[in-house]
């Protein structure tokens, strides 16, 4: 198959998904190389690579896999998402692979391969994940939304997978269809449909059904805006420099609360599960790395809010998860209060190698 296979055979599709990449791919809907949009035929699923921005996706980027060869994941994950099966998926995925390019396929991509629906867009918006994230999000989910799918916290990857696809059965014996509408807990949305029109309906309806429940809750849908002066910025860098005790990238910003604990894997990611909090001091980042192992990527004191990194990239997309998070905290006031990932979850997400992956293919595009 590999040998005259052609992108040109399905260019409309290839379109259609190129731009529902870059619709929601804006920081409303993802942050840094979160998300993920497919587009499939019987035989071939295009899907974005990993760690590229959906924003940034363009058609010779797009990855190609053989669907009857990705089907030998799922006898694979018969076996159970234990370590060395997530290994053995991440190779058959590998293998699956029919188009030149060497970018890695995501470790989602059997999640998009498991629904029957032409384009699958998965995102983590926070106007979403004010629900998935909180004490009554599951309950009040199946109000605002009956006929779509809640998914417990999983594990992403082969174990959000073989999750999907039991509740997607369920779902299908109950309603005769696929859900279009998937809301995971503590991570984010996915919606399917056979046209792009139909994924933007879909989408404005969740949006806009959230947007009025939380203007009715009186939760404002962003967060406060505060100025932080070339003073204050200069002085923080100096106080993070100085505890860091070499130099690293800041990027300042203030007015909001940080989440103070995880909220969805990609803030484990890009921000660091939790915040240091305080005055940064050279003790204070020695006893957060004894604690966890890593240096923080989030610092905030004196309603200042600073993301910290080796290079801009990194110090900017900290600060964005930061702020992306304390939004998702705020929203969730709407929904009984913030809900934060189990231990056992961040932990599973602090040592996932395809995480780090995506992390060092985001930095790369610096
Ligand atoms: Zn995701």
Known sequence: MAGNYTFEDDSQLLLGLVELSRTYGGPEYVRAGGGNASVKTSQVLYIKPSGLPM???????????????????????????AANAQAKVVEAIKRAVISSDKARPSVETPLHDSLQWRFVVHTHPA??????????GRHRCAQLFPETLWIDYVDPGISLCIELRRAVQVY?????VQPPVIFVQNHGLVIGADSPQLVRQLHDHVMQ?????YKRAGVPL??????VS????????????????REVVVEVDGGFSCATGPLTPDHVVYARSYPLE????????????SRFGYEPRVLTWDGLVCGVGKDLLEARTALE??????????????????????????????????????????????
């Open 55 to 81: 924003a940034a996706l363009t058609i010779d980027k797009i990855v190609a896999l053989d669907r009857a060869a990705l089907a030998e994941v799922y006898a694979l994950s018969a076996d159970g998402p």
């Open 127 to 136: 106007l979403v994940n004010g629900m998935t994230c909180s004490q009554d």
């Open 172 to 176: 299908q014996a109950r309603f005769g």
């Open 209 to 213: 059904v959230l947007a009025s429940f």
């Open 222 to 227: 962003a967060l406060p805006s505060r100025q």
């Open 230 to 245: 070339e003073e204050q910025r200069k002085q923080a860098t100096a106080i993070i420099q100085k505890a860091f005790g």
């Open 278 to 289: 305080g005055l940064p001091t050279e003790k204070a980042v020695w006893d957060y790395r």
């Open 321 to 366: 998860l930061a702020q992306d998070g304390a939004l998702v905290v705020q929203l969730a006031a709407a929904f009984g209060g913030v809900r934060y990932m189990s231990e056992q979850a961040r932990l599973f997400i602090e040592g996932w190698e395809a995480e780090a992956y995506r992390l060092k293919v985001l930095q790369s595009r610096s």
